[in-house]
């Protein structure tokens, strides 16, 4: 269950993150037009050159992504995109064979072609795909620690060589970009742990920045007194982020377990288990949450009240078994025709309530639906005694009436029963 702040939180962090991605990609053209910060950079603008303009491609596609805009016109221009992603990742594999560039051409070019990857696999109703763009982030985010800790270490000096000013353009969109498909990932994968509301998530964000610094603190200490010795600063970096890396897969780990533990106990608490519907409470925690929205925006909303009336004589002619079966057909049929938005629950023996956003006609026609369902599903069915469903709904009339959701369940439970007694009289006068 995803915590609303931090869910808005890490959208707004996306879009920081491409901005300082085309930032980036700004300051890595200016040689092309003859700028230069300070000397000359040792690195030809036509070994970053790929590097740049796919990191411009790959932020134009998420940005495009992103966009809450779904017309025809953003969705081609989206496949447009991640296809000249493509293009960029297949140059930049052909420009590392080619030999140009310095010695750190071979990780650069290992994560854009990733990067490449995850850009166009983000997003995927797959899940075996989703698990596989959760691999690549985390090896962007291994790789990025192990390119950005060479940048640092040289940069404070600690081993004698600074990194050259080009290096770092390309270095700062590899990250920024690596940080904002990360943050996009953790919508719906593994990284979604750290914006979750429970305590597995709580952990991971407090526990996560602390393991992550540990070790470089460590390995800087350690290399620090060890300052007589120059030696390659590269052993030190690549044993900093295979830790980080350790650390934190241990850290997700556990509190994916956690969490998954906790979604088993809110299950156990809210929901039915003969129906998988929400039970009672479940049911009206929820539904008086969407009646508070609803009334807050002034949009009408209903409630339907079902009775599966003769599942007392299935449960007598036919057994606890069958009662049960009957439950839980009760409960499929629901689920199948009612919204996944929709409230759906069981809060009696045999009586079950629906709730959500409908007007009057809205909740009628989706009554009807139910019991046309309920009837296809009983001519399927080789059970003796088929569901016998009666219901009643009521819409709020009077948005600036302070109505609560007991008040609707017992005017939705006196309409079904008015309908009923119609339906006797009815027939006994035919």
């Known amino acids: 269950m995803p915590d609303p702040k931090l869910f ?15 930032i980036g990609v700004l300051i890595g053209l200016m040689p092309v037009v003859g700028v230069h910060f300070g000397a000359a950079p040792s690195i030809s603008i036509r070994a970053s050159l790929p590097y740049l303009i796919t990191a411009l491609l790959c932020s134009i596609s998420l940005l495009l992504s992103q966009s809450e805009r779904t017309g025809v016109a953003i969705i081609y221009a989206g496949r447009a995109s991640n296809l000249l992603v493509l293009c960029g990742a297949a140059a930049i594999l052909f420009f590392s064979r080619t030999g140009e560039g310095a010695h750190w051409a071979a990780g650069f070019s290992l994560g854009f072609m990733a990067l490449a990857l995850v850009v166009v696999l983000l997003d995927r109703n797959n899940r075996l795909l989703n698990r596989v763009v959760d691999v690549l982030v985390c090896g962007l985010c291994f790789l990025c620690l192990l390119l950005l800790s060479d940048a640092v270490f040289a940069g404070f000096a600690l081993f004698g060589r600074v990194s050259s000013p080009s290096a770092g353009a390309v270095l700062a969109c590899l990250v920024a970009l690596t940080i904002a498909v990360a943050l996009r990932q953790s919508e719906h994968g593994v990284f979604s742990i750290f914006l979750g509301v429970g305590v597995g998530s709580r952990l991971a964000r407090i526990f996560a920045p602390i393991l992550i610094a540990l070790p470089f603190v460590w390995v800087t200490a350690d290399e620090w007194l060890k300052s007589l010795s120059i030696a390659r600063h590269w052993n030190a970096v690549l044993e900093a982020a295979a830790g980080v890396t350790v650390a934190v897969s241990i850290l997700l780990f556990f509190t994916w377990r956690i969490s998954g533990m906790e979604n088993q106990i809110h299950d156990l608490v809210l929901r039915d288990e003969a129906t998988r519907l929400y039970n009672f409470r479940g049911f009206q925690m929820l539904a008086e949450h969407a009646l508070r929205l609803a009334q807050r925006a002034s949009v009408p909303f209903s409630v339907l009240y079902v009775d599966l009336e003769n599942l ?5 002619e036919l057994g606890p078994n069958v009662a049960a079966s009957a439950l839980a057909e009760a409960g499929e049929i629901l689920r199948a025709t009612f919204r996944e938005s929709d409230i759906k629950g069981r809060i009696g023996a045999d009586a079950f309530a629906v709730a959500g956003q409908f007007d009057r006609t809205g909740i009628s026609v989706a009554a009807l639906r139910l019991e046309a369902a309920t009837a296809a599903r009983s001519a399927r069915s080789s059970r003796p005694i088929p569901l016998k469903l009666s219901m009643g709904h009521v819409t709020t009339s009077d948005m600036n009436a302070p109505e609560n959701l007991r008040e609707l369940l017992e005017r939705a439970g006196q309409v079904r029963n008015r309908q009923e007694s119609l339906l006797r009289e009815t027939t006994l006068v035919n």
């Open 312 to 316: 007392a004589e299935i449960h007598t």
């Open 8 to 22: 808005r939180a890490a959208r707004l962090a996306q879009r920081v993150c491409l901005g300082l991605a085309l």
